[in-house]
């Protein structure tokens, strides 16, 4: 089985932290805690399965289809193959304005 590598563009992480550091302070350590674990193993299992992800709806309408997505509802990851490499681009709250986040992070000419 083929295995890749996968790695948190900075401002993936920073999405974490900022996600991370909301959910300590409006819900509980506890929350940000468990909603960490759950995005990291998701995360992990894309070393051995990235292609189970499929194209953001929104993307796909745009006409991108280089980048997938998982959930942990209601938190997306937005990731792209770039074989051995899984780049994990994208760590955001589903109730955004997705087209607006995904065009000015994913699309902008300067990626």
Do not use: W
Not at 8 to 31: G, H, I, Q, V, W
Not at 54 to 72: A, I, N, Q, T
Not at 78 to 104: E, G, N, T, W
């Amino acid at each position: 089985m083929k295995r890749y590598e996968v790695r948190y563009l900075a401002s993936a992480r920073n999405d974490l932290y900022d996600l991370l550091s909301f959910l300590a302070e409006k819900e509980s350590p506890t929350r940000a805690s468990n909603v960490l674990e759950h995005i990291r193993k998701l995360c992990a299992d894309l070393e051995s399965t990235p292609e189970r992800g499929h194209v953001p709806p929104e993307l796909d309408e745009m006409g991108s289809r280089k980048f997938l997505e998982l959930h942990f509802k209601p938190y997306r990851i937005i990731y792209q193959i770039s074989a051995p490499v899984v780049y994990i681009h994208l760590v955001c709250d589903d109730r955004r304005d997705m087209q607006s986040l995904l065009r000015s992070r994913i699309l902008s000419p300067d990626r």
